[in-house]
T-cell receptor, first 115, second 115 residues
Framework: NAGVMQNPRHLVRRRGQEARLRCSPMKGHSHVYWYRQLPEEGLKFMVYLQKENIIDESGMPKERFSAEFPKEGPSILRIQQVVRGDSAAYFC?????????????FGEGSRLTVL | AQTVTQSQPEMSVQEAETVTLSCTYDTSESDYYLFWYKQPPSRQMILVIRQEAYKQQNATENRFSVNFQKAAKSFSLKISDSQLGDAAMYFCAYLATGSARQLTFGSGTQLTVLP
């Protein structure tokens, strides 16, 4: 039973380019969450999605960032026109529908470096 | 808004000894979950232990246990018989029950285990 799969693990982009990060939740999980970890900090919530719906995007920057979780395929976190401040580790987590334990299962993260 | 505070940026412990990591939080909710996550150098987020706020009994997982003081809003992690593999960044996290699924993380405590 594969865990949460994120790719790429490492991504290097130059300022102004686009970054796309992908996340496949655990089998049977229909809820996906994206978190960002800046250097030397804890994880910060960005967005919570279910299939084809954004449930809570209160942690997403208003510009350049978008997320989707289509009916088929992985969830995508897209960052347009990246800047150096976007350099961070981006973690995806998933949970099953109706979870009463509150536990989120995290992927290994995607580390974005903006040159 | 909920906040989670870890006042110890770094801690060290001798192998086989016991160490306690501190965490306090602020919330107006009465029902919630608290977690300790471990992040080793591989950067993966690994759940160590979970506590439901409505349970008075402190959670225990093998060598890991918590001291949950709801009135004081304190949630410390005790690691007994410390092992070299316990060396990692430890994050305390809070999750309100209900539809909002945002985990709020503390800033982390870097634990070093000395041989």
């Amino acid at each position: 039973n594969a865990g949460v799969m994120q790719n790429p693990r490492h991504l290097v982009r130059r300022r102004g380019q686009e970054a796309r990060l992908r996340c496949s939740p655990m089998k049977g999980h229909s809820h996906v969450y994206w978190y960002r970890q800046l250097p030397e900090e804890g994880l910060k919530f960005m967005v919570y999605l279910q299939k084809e719906n954004i449930i809570d995007e209160s942690g997403m920057p208003k510009e350049r960032f978008s997320a989707e979780f289509p009916k088929e395929g992985p969830s995508i976190l897209r960052i347009q026109q990246v800047v150096r401040g976007d350099s961070a580790a981006y973690f995806c987590a998933s949970s099953p529908s109706g979870s009463r334990t509150g536990e989120l299962f995290f992927g290994e993260g995607s580390r974005l470096t903006v040159l | 808004a909920q906040t989670v505070t870890q006042s110890q940026p770094e801690m060290s412990v001798q192998e086989a000894e016991t160490v306690t990591l501190s965490c306090t939080y602020d919330t107006s909710e009465s029902d919630y979950y608290l977690f300790w996550y471990k992040q080793p150098p591989s950067r993966q987020m690994i759940l160590v232990i979970r506590q439901e706020a409505y349970k008075q009994q402190n959670a225990t997982e093998n060598r890991f246990s918590v001291n949950f003081q709801k009135a004081a809003k304190s949630f410390s992690l005790k690691i007994s018989d410390s092992q070299l593999g316990d060396a990692a960044m430890y994050f305390c996290a809070y999750l309100a029950t209900g539809s909002a699924r945002q985990l709020t993380f503390g800033s982390g405590t870097q634990l070093t285990v000395l041989p």
